[in-house]
């Protein structure tokens, strides 16, 4: 997956390690070189900070709709509900991380 931006960057989690590994791994974000324990996207470190509460974040990919539900099958994670069609054919998915956050992906229609 080609990731460009997030919002928020501070993801809550009951095991901050696994919720590193499911975004690294996932979402494909880059380590920092110069801290390779920390993430980054858009040039920006993510955070994970150790709490049960629950949020939704929003992540906006380059690629189109057959790759994003590719790649998601590829690592066993299932849409959560319909995909929303957005503004200049864009569309959303949702999902759950491996924390229970929900995380809309938002990328390209497909042609």
């Known amino acids: 997956m080609k990731p460009r931006k997030m919002r928020p ?16 791994d996932v979402f494909e974000f880059l380590r920092n070189p110069k801290d ?3 993430l980054i996207v858009d040039g920006q470190p993510i955070k994970f900070i150790k709490s049960s509460k629950r949020i939704e974040l929003e992540l906006l990919v380059r690629d189109h709709l ?12 299932t849409e959560i509900a319909e995909p ?7 569309i959303a ?3 759950h991380d491996s924390e229970g ?4 992906i938002e990328g390209n229609e497909d042609n």
């Open 9 to 24: 960057k501070i993801i809550p989690a009951d095991d901050t390690k696994r919720a590193y590994r499911f975004y690294r």
């Open 36 to 38: 390779q324990t920390t």
């Open 66 to 77: 057959h790759e994003i539900r590719e790649h998601l099958a590829n690592n066993f994670l």
């Open 84 to 90: 929303e069609h957005r503004f200049n054919k864009k």
């Open 101 to 104: 956050n929900t995380v809309i």
């Open 93 to 95: 998915l949702r999902i």
